[in-house]
């Protein structure tokens, strides 16, 4: 079995499906002979031909909207949207279209696009290449939102994602990308979270939409979080001394309640991690959801660490980023209330 890298394993799942699924291309800003602007679709034009994988235009709604025809003529397009942060000019073809084409044609027509891009913090892009946006497709009935951590879990859950005949968001974490870390602070996040790359499979292999992994067990505590927090909840954890459960997510959207409460009934404490923005954040919708199913197993108020309530810093980046300590300093909260 290979070592890969989530960059590597996310090419391989592309070129699997290429190569299984005659209806399935690649489209999007430089993803053709350039190979992406992370070198994501590298190789794949000039294996599968020009009319599978080749570039678009600059226009992201452009983008999602020929996603959507294709979609439902019948073909199965994976879209790149250069950077999470840009995607926001198709967002109304994403919301009104895709998600809801299979209502409005009673089952007649159907959406099976995934649109992949790279998102969250990493590269000090600030404000415009950086952002953390999962929440916002999270509360779009129809729209399925997924979330990586693992070269493993990247190769399978995209599979999956495009075999799904519903539209998928597939948001690929930058700083799990290569090394992650090839840029400043790349000792720091590698502390965080250790050796980027795994034994990934060749072929074709599926994670399935709305399973969390249990990726620590626990019974003191239950840590919630997706994509490169999972690895910095590792090292919070570490940190608090704490015997904590801690769950990946995977996908935020078909969510996998049944896990999650399983846990915190078990625990009876709860901290919530991501990187997007506290407020509005997908933390709150799982804090609602676990304080309305847990509420009489609760042992301490449910705790979210989250990025701050500010545009995104350039210069301050991983000041923004919720670390270890952060983690851990909730974590030694929930454990003072018995």
Known sequence: MPTMNMIHAINSALDVMLARDPDVLIFGEDVGYFGGV??????????????????????????????IGMGAYGLRPVPEIQFADYILPAFDQLVSEAARLRYRSNGEFSAPITVRSPYGGGIFGGQTHSQ?????????????TVIPSTPYDAKGLLIASIECDDPVIFLEPKRL????????????????????????????????????????????ATVIAYGTMVHVAKAGIDQAGVDA?????????????????ASVAKTGRCVILHEASRFGGFGGELSALLQERCFWALKSPIERVAGWDTPYPHAFEWDYFPGPARLAKALTRVMENN
């Not at 590698?190 to 399935?208: L, N, Q, R, S």
């Open 38 to 67: 992370f070198r994501v679709t590298e190789g794949l034009q000039a294996k599968h031909g020009l009319t599978r994988c080749f570039d678009a235009p600059i226009s992201e709604g452009g983008i999602i909207a020929t996603a």
């Open 132 to 144: 953390s946006p999962e929440a916002i497709f999270a509360h779009i009935t129809g729209l399925k």
């Open 177 to 220: 990308y290569s090394g992650p870390f090839d840029g400043r602070h790349d000792q720091a996040l590698k502390t965080w979270a250790g050796d980027p790359a795994a034994d990934v499979p060749e072929g074709h292999y599926t994670v399935p939409l709305g399973k969390a992994a249990i990726v620590r067990e626990g019974s003191d």
């Open 245 to 261: 459960e801690l769950i990946d997510l995977r996908s935020i959207v078909p969510l996998d309640i049944d896990t999650i409460v």
